[in-house]
T-cell receptor
Framework: DAGITQSPRHKVTETGTPVTLRCHQT?????MYWYRQDPGHGLRLIHY???????DKGEVSDGYSVSRSKTEDFLLTLESATSSQTSVYFC????????????FGDGTRLSIL | GENVEQHPSTLSVQEGDSAVIKCTYS??????FPWYKQELGKRPQLIID?????GEKKDQRIAVTLNKTAKHFSLHITETQPEDSAVYFCAASIIQGAQKLVFGQGTRLTINP
């Protein structure tokens, strides 16, 4: 399995609180991604990173911010969590270019009450 | 942007029979089409992928076919086994460094013994 660690694995919090999820990789891959998974929607890209301090938006980026200060760490922040952000969040990594597929972490189950 | 539709949403087959899952995509520029398998509570795991310069790819009991003209691709599983029971996701992207995958909604495959 790809060396991807997500933390925390589970979190319950209240509406309006800030939440930060962490993705740590040991593969030294250039690209990192955050997805959310909801029933009936498959996985949807939130943000991705193509290098240290280089990030861009995905298809569902509203209400989320990201940061990547080191190659191995990619943080996803919900500045003020809402109930609609209750979901399972997956981090993924890839080497980029054409030859290598994307691999996923084990996910974080986030519940916002 | 890209849109991926996946059918059926649920599929039940007898052990030993074949299963076929179909996806259509909207962006003719998409050139990379992976398939992921996700068991309950687990991470999505890549099972096979295909690039737009190839029409078909096989890996043991799994095959994927791509019709660029019609913009659809399909997953074929032969000689199904109980361990094939899972949710399967198709995805599409343009490979330009980052793989900004757009996923289908998923197919829950059940293999009946």
């Amino acid at each position: 399995d790809a060396g991807i660690t997500q933390s925390p694995r589970h979190k319950v919090t209240e509406t309006g609180t800030p939440v930060t999820l962490r993705c740590h990789q040991t593969e030294n891959h250039r690209y990192m991604y955050w997805y959310r998974q909801d029933p009936g929607h498959g996985l949807r890209l939130i943000h991705y990173s193509y290098g240290v301090k280089d990030t861009d938006k995905g298809e569902v980026s509203d209400g989320y911010s990201v940061s990547r200060s080191k190659t191995e760490d990619f943080l996803l922040t919900l500045e003020s969590a809402t109930s609609s952000q209750t979901s399972v969040y997956f981090c993924a990594i890839s080497e980029g270019q054409s030859s290598r597929p994307q691999h996923f972490g084990d996910g974080t189950r986030l519940s916002i009450l | 942007g890209e849109n991926v539709e996946q059918h059926p949403s649920t599929l039940s087959v007898q052990e030993g029979d074949s299963a076929v899952i179909k996806c259509t995509y909207s962006d003719s520029a998409s050139n990379y089409f992976p398939w992921y398998k996700q068991e309950l509570g687990k991470r999505p795991q890549l099972i096979i992928d295909i690039r737009s310069n190839v029409g078909e790819k096989k890996d043991q009991r799994i095959a994927v076919t791509l019709n660029k003209t019609a913009k659809h691709f399909s997953l074929h599983i032969t000689e199904t086994q109980p361990e094939d029971s899972a949710v399967y996701f198709c995805a599409a992207s343009i490979i330009q460094g980052a793989q900004k995958l757009v996923f289908g909604q998923g197919t829950r495959l059940t293999i009946n013994p």
